[in-house]
Each structure stands twice: as structure tokens, then as C-alpha cells.
């Protein structure tokens, strides 16, 4: 149980396009949907935090209108790149909680990621 | 401001036992997570210890203290698909996770 799928695994986009990312909680309802990025050898950086039905929380420094992310149901969440830049070249991964079981309920499950690579 | 800290990276022997520690310092705490990440592939969790203690699973346990901020994570008899950055992190009094920068673990024959 508590799995997260990610689609597409990895996307190479021209500049200047929109790229789409789905995040899927497969066997339970997530209440809450994180989106990270994560650079070559860096660590995880939270981008934004998405609660079903309402707006996303943004962190310090991500841009609202290029990030979009929507959280429309309890068992998905997508995360669109509008006008890619090769410096949005990175690995992003989602995460979710509210899973039946683990650590209470806190326990984030994360996605497999997609790379994105704009050329 | 709010900081985790591990070292950043650590080599260890096949079968021998390694311990990664990790220090924080954060606005709240509602439990400290322990996650495996293998290059290019999404964190995977191992452990969270949101009381005072040792925990053990296997081959993997894990230590808190909030007194002192602090946590290990110990691995034994230590396989060459043990060798992955181990991340440590701090859930926060908003219930978000404070995230260290990893320590990547060296296995050597």
C-alpha cells in the first residue's frame, strides 16, 4: 500500500513550452501533495504544498506563475512548467500523506520523479 | 532559522556497521525521518522517531534525543546496495519537513 506514481518519468522539452507532471496516490487519499525539486548532488527543495481543493502554498523564491500546480481531487495533483527555461532543467518529485498507515499519518510517500530536461 | 545538519559524505566496509548522525535545530518538532535515496531515484523512507529512544527494523536503527537535537541512523552488515545518500529530516510545528542535505554513504568491498 502507500504508493505514489509520476507521470512522465522523464520529459525533454524545447524553451518556451509548458510541460505537465501528475502526481498519483494509487491506493490512498492524499490530503496533502508536495512538490519538490532537486538539483544534481543537492538535497530535496520543497517548491510548493497543495491541499485538495484549495490554493497551493508557495515557498520563498518559487514563482506562482510559472510553477502551477493543481490539486483536484484527493488522488491527484499536477504541477505544470509554463514557459520552460533550461535553468528548470531538474529532477522533481512529489510527495503525499495521508495514508493509512506509518508514522501516524505524517509520512510522506514519495513518487518515483521526473526528469526534465529543456533544451 | 531553522537547520539540519550530516555530514556530507561517509565510507564504510561490506559487514561492517555505520553510523550517520544528524543535529537539528528547528521551530517545533513532531518527529525526525530518515529517508534512502539512491542517485536518481526518489527518497524512500526508513524510520521516524518522534520519542526519545532507540528504534530497530532489521538491520537499521535509529536514535533520538530532543534534548540534545540529535539523531543516528545506524545500518549493520552493511551490502554493497546499502551504499545511497541518507537524508534526514524534521517535521516542524507547521507539520512540514525540514530536509538535510543528505549524507552519501560509500560501501567498499
Known amino acids: 500500500g502507500a504508493v505514489v506514481s509520476q507521470h512522465p518519468s522523464w520529459v525533454i522539452c524545447k524553451s518556451g513550452t509548458s510541460v505537465k507532471i501528475e502526481c498519483r496516490s494509487l491506493?490512498?487519499?492524499?490530503?496533502?501533495m508536495f512538490w519538490y525539486r532537486q538539483f544534481p548532488k543537492q538535497s530535496l527543495m520543497l517548491m510548493a504544498t497543495?491541499?485538495?481543493?484549495?490554493?497551493?502554498?508557495?515557498e520563498q523564491g518559487v514563482e506562482k506563475d510559472k510553477f502551477l500546480i493543481n490539486h483536484a481531487s484527493l488522488t491527484l495533483s499536477t504541477l505544470t512548467v509554463t514557459s520552460a527555461h533550461p535553468e528548470d532543467s531538474s529532477f522533481y518529485i512529489c510527495?503525499?500523506?495521508?495514508?493509512?498507515?506509518?508514522?501516524?499519518?505524517?509520512?510522506?510517500?514519495f513518487g518515483p520523479g521526473t526528469r526534465l530536461t529543456v533544451t | 532559522g531553522q537547520n539540519i545538519d550530516q555530514p556530507t559524505e561517509m565510507t564504510a566496509t561490506e559487514g561492517a556497521i555505520v553510523q550517520i548522525n544528524c543535529t537539528y535545530q528547528?521551530?517545533?518538532?513532531?518527529?525526525l525521518f530518515w529517508y534512502q535515496q539512491h542517485a536518481g531515484e526518489a527518497p524512500t523512507f526508513l524510520s521516524y522517531?518522534?520519542l526519545d529512544g532507540l528504534e530497530e527494523k532489521g538491520r537499521l536503527s535509529s536514535f533520538l534525543s530532543r534534548s540534545k537535537g540529535y539523531s543516528y541512523l545506524l545500518l549493520k552488515e552493511l551490502q554493497m546496495k546499502d551504499s545511497a545518500s541518507y537524508l534526514c529530516?524534521?517535521?516542524?510545528?507547521?507539520?512540514?519537513?525540514?530536509w538535510g542535505a543528505g549524507t552519501k554513504l560509500i560501501i567498499k568491498p
Open positions: 510527495s503525499a500523506r495521508g495514508g493509512s498507515r506509518g508514522s501516524e499519518g505524517y509520512e510522506q510517500y
Open positions: 491506493d490512498f487519499q492524499a490530503t496533502t
Open positions: 497543495s491541499n485538495e481543493g484549495s490554493k497551493a502554498t508557495y
Open positions: 528547528t521551530s517545533g518538532f513532531n518527529g
Open positions: 522517531n518522534v
Open positions: 529530516a524534521v517535521m516542524d510545528s507547521n507539520y512540514q519537513l525540514i
